[in-house]
């Protein structure tokens, strides 16, 4: 992972961070042109993993970057940023102050517009003039929207996947009870908890609620449906009898999904990014949707949905794709799994992406 130091950064809600961190990876080379850089932005928990490269670890898009992957990077330079506010090396609320001590509780308000500002000087200090293309899912959507509306004249191409033009009140709800839940925590401290025990058990609950609206319904109940887990591990086909010391399969899968991000995320984080989320709206002081987007004319878009998504609605893709200029036509990710599917079934992004952007 690289880093680069942008200074300042004006916010949009008022007032600014005075000085900036922002960590990336990166793939492949730069041309002399700096236009045939690809932007891959994360989703609210992600990384800038996006591909294993030189490290061991798979990426969170594994098989879609790489030499000979649809986006080639024998051909392409492809960056991924950490995005302010997160903890994986961009300046976030466990990032030091000038003063010496994390910033904790004292981490101002950032919106999604506010990272996109700040990849734009990444960009500049890249060398990058235009974005071949601006691709992500879920949270990497609205990223990837966002810098088309902002900077229509540094992206050639957007992907928006499994995500929508504004959050909507479900959504706001569903992550205010993932904010609380950390909040609520003992050990949160009002967010000054870097020198003690950290709200660990509110974290591992925000994740269980956000895990529960990434998967579907039916995905749940054909994995687990009413299947109880015994104390020593074993799998018991029969509902547990009342007021055993027995636990739900699904319990047990939702803790291992809590546990897995406790142990790698910060709980400030996670707040100050669910709340960029909540404030997600491409059209905030730019008028109607439509007027919001018709600054993208020329940017070819790709809009896609995963038809089993209960957190973003298909319909909210086909809602955004109506708003852009020219025809737009809304691609389904055919997954069981809910919205995770943007994920999990690379084969299906990869195939849109190559057809639409990277033709062989």
């Not at 709980?267 to 439509?290: F, K, Q, T």
Request: charged letters at 20%; proline letters at 4%.
């Amino acid at each position: 992972m690289r880093s680069v130091h942008i200074g300042a950064l004006p916010l949009e809600a008022g007032g600014a961070l005075p000085s900036v961190t922002i960590a990336f990876e990166c793939w492949g080379t730069l041309n002399a042109a700096g236009d045939n850089a690809v932007l891959i932005q994360h989703a609210l928990t992600g990384s800038t993993h996006v591909s294993r490269g030189d490290s061991e670890a798979d990426g969170w898009w594994e098989g879609l970057v790489g030499p000979g992957e649809v986006i080639d990077t024998d051909k392409y330079f492809v960056v991924s940023a950490n995005m302010v506010g997160g903890c994986y090396g961009s300046t976030g609320p466990s990032s030091i102050a000038e003063d010496g001590r994390p910033y904790g509780s004292r981490f101002p308000f950032v919106t999604i517009r506010d990272s996109v500002h700040a990849e734009a000087r990444l960009a500049d200090q890249l060398g990058v003039t235009s974005w071949y293309a601006v691709i992500g899912g879920s949270m990497g959507g609205a990223r990837a929207l966002e810098w088309a509306a902002t900077y229509p004249d540094r992206v050639q191409r957007c992907a928006v996947v499994a995500s929508c033009a504004a959050s909507t009140a479900e959504q706001i709800a569903f992550a205010q009870a993932q904010v609380l839940a950390i909040r609520q925590d003992p050990n949160f401290a009002g967010g000054d908890y870097y020198d003690g025990a950290a709200p660990t058990a509110g974290l591992g609950l925000a994740r269980r609620i956000a895990h529960i609206t990434y998967r579907s319904e039916a995905e749940l109940n054909s994995r687990f449906a009413r299947k109880a887990q015994d104390d020593d591990g074993a799998i018991s086909h029969e509902r547990m009898a009342p007021n055993t010391a027995g636990r739900y399969q699904v319990e047990s899968y939702l803790d291992y999904q809590a546990h897995k991000l406790v142990g790698r995320f910060d709980a400030n984080s996670y707040i100050a990014i669910s709340e960029a989320l909540m404030s997600h709206d491409v059209s905030r002081g730019r008028g109607s949707l439509e007027d919001a987007l018709a600054v993208t004319e020329g940017i070819e878009f790709v809009v896609a949905a995963v038809n089993s998504d209960r957190l973003y609605f298909p319909t909210q893709s086909a809602e955004l794709a109506a708003a852009l200029p020219g025809e737009v036509s809304v691609r389904q990710i055919d997954s069981p799994i809910g919205h995770d599917g943007f994920l999990t079934e690379v084969a299906t992004v990869g195939a849109f992406l190559r057809e639409s952007f990277f033709k062989v």
